[in-house]
T-cell receptor
Framework: AQSVTQPDIHITVSEGASLELRCNYS??????LFWYVQSPGQGLQLLLK??????LVQGIKGFEAEFKRSQSSFNLRKPSVHWSDAAEYFC????????????FGTGTSLTVIP | NAGVTQTPKFQVLKTGQSMTLQCAQD?????MSWYRQDPGMGLRLIHY???????DQGEVPNGYNVSRSTTEDFPLRLLSAAPSQTSVYFC??????????????FGPGTRLTVL
C-alpha cells in the first residue's frame, strides 16, 4: 500500500533562513506527489504538485520541491522564510491504480521566529 | 465564487445521534471528497464522488454514508455517532480525480465532537 512519511513533526526556523521539509513515500511506481499548506483554523491549499518530467517543481509563495526517485523523496524547500509561512505542511501521494486513492502524511508544523 | 463551503463550523453530538455535514461547491467540479483530520494522523479519505449519482469508499468509510444528487452538493451522514468520530472534517472538490492529480480545493472544515 502507498504511504507517506514526514519525519519532522515540528520545525522552527528564523525569519529569512532557508527551509527544507522532508517527505518520503512508499509506492511501486511513480506516484502523483503534492504539498499542501494549512494555516491555523483553515482548510488546505495546494502549494505544488509533481506528475512527471522535470524533477524540480515550482509552486506558489516561493516554494519548490524536488522529486528524487532513488531516495523516494519529495522534499519541500524555500530559500528565505517569511513569518507568514508559519503553518502546517502536508505531503500527499495520489494513485488511481486501485480506485481513487489519496494519502496524506502526518504533517510538519512550522514555527517562524523573528 | 464562494469555492467550497461547509456547514456547520462546529457541532457537538451525543453518542448515537445522527447528523449530516453539508458541503457545497460552486466551481462545477465533478469530483468531491470527504476527509477527516485527526491529531498526528494527517487527513484520511472517507468517501468520494466522481459525479452526480456516483460515490465510492475511501480509506476510512465505516460509520459514514454519502450521496450525490447534484453536482454542487455532497453531504456526509453519520447515522449513529460514536466518540471515535470526533474529528475535523474537510470537504474538497476538484476537476479531476485526486488520485490522478486533480487539484483539490478544500472547505474550511467542520469540527465535530461526539460525547
Amino acid at each position: 500500500a502507498q504511504s507517506v512519511t514526514q519525519p519532522d513533526i515540528h520545525i522552527t526556523v528564523s525569519e529569512g533562513a532557508s527551509l527544507e521539509l522532508r517527505c518520503n513515500y512508499s509506492y511501486g511506481a511513480t506516484p502523483y506527489l503534492f504539498w499542501y499548506v494549512q494555516s491555523p483554523g483553515q482548510g488546505l491549499q495546494l502549494l505544488l504538485k509533481y506528475f512527471s518530467g522535470d524533477t524540480l517543481v515550482q509552486g506558489i509563495k516561493g516554494f519548490e520541491a524536488e522529486f528524487k526517485r532513488s531516495q523516494s523523496s519529495f522534499n519541500l524547500r524555500k530559500p528565505s522564510v517569511h513569518w507568514s509561512d508559519a503553518a502546517e505542511y502536508f505531503c500527499a501521494v495520489g494513485s488511481i491504480i486501485t480506485g481513487n486513492q489519496f494519502y496524506f502524511g502526518t504533517g510538519t508544523s512550522l514555527t517562524v521566529i523573528p | 465564487n464562494a469555492g467550497v463551503t461547509q456547514t456547520p463550523k462546529f457541532q457537538v453530538l451525543k453518542t448515537g445521534q445522527s447528523m449530516t455535514l453539508q458541503c457545497a461547491q460552486d466551481m462545477n467540479h465533478e469530483y468531491m471528497s470527504w476527509y477527516r483530520q485527526d491529531p498526528g494522523m494527517g487527513l484520511r479519505l472517507i468517501h468520494y464522488s466522481v459525479g452526480a449519482g456516483i460515490t465510492d469508499q475511501g480509506e476510512v468509510p465505516n460509520g459514514y454514508n454519502v450521496s450525490r444528487s447534484t453536482t454542487e452538493d455532497f453531504p456526509l451522514r453519520l447515522l449513529s455517532a460514536a466518540p471515535s468520530q470526533t474529528s475535523v472534517y474537510f470537504c474538497a472538490s476538484s476537476y479531476g480525480l485526486a488520485g490522478a492529480g486533480g487539484t483539490q480545493y478544500f472547505g474550511p472544515g467542520t469540527r465535530l465532537t461526539v460525547l
